[in-house]
Nanobody
């Protein structure tokens, strides 16, 4: 099971940290991705971290603003989001793929999903 938290209403330019806690398995054995889905839009991959954590993947629109990280002791993956923009507004999901590397950030490559957490960026 994956459970996300940390979503909130924040002003443009603000920051949030999303958490994805796993139960029933060890996150560090698999690649973990963050995805988002805005109303009326397809779900898109945002970032991914593989088991090494050495070479995280980001989509271009969040590079330099978002940082993915993992904490093995807490069995948690985080998404630190800085410099938030209104276009970042979406439901954010974490997901696990039963492989050790990230691949292409396509939702159909991921096997287990959390329930999502709402991020709203608005003044």
């Amino acid at each position: 099971q994956l459970v996300e938290s940390g979503g909130d209403l924040v002003q443009p330019g603000g920051s949030l940290r999303l958490s994805c806690v796993a139960s029933g398995f060890t996150l560090g054995y698999y690649a973990i991705g963050w995805f988002r889905q805005a109303p009326g839009k397809k779900r898109e991959g945002v970032s991914c971290i593989d088991i090494s954590g050495a070479d995280p993947v980001y989509i271009d629109s969040v590079k330099g603003r978002f940082t993915i990280s993992s904490d093995a002791d807490r069995n948690t993956v985080y998404l630190q989001m800085n410099g938030l923009k209104p276009e970042d507004t979406a439901v954010y999901y974490c997901a696990m793929r039963t492989l050790t590397y990230c691949g292409g950030l396509h939702p159909n490559e991921y096997d287990y999903w959390g329930q999502g957490t709402q991020v709203t960026v608005s003044s």
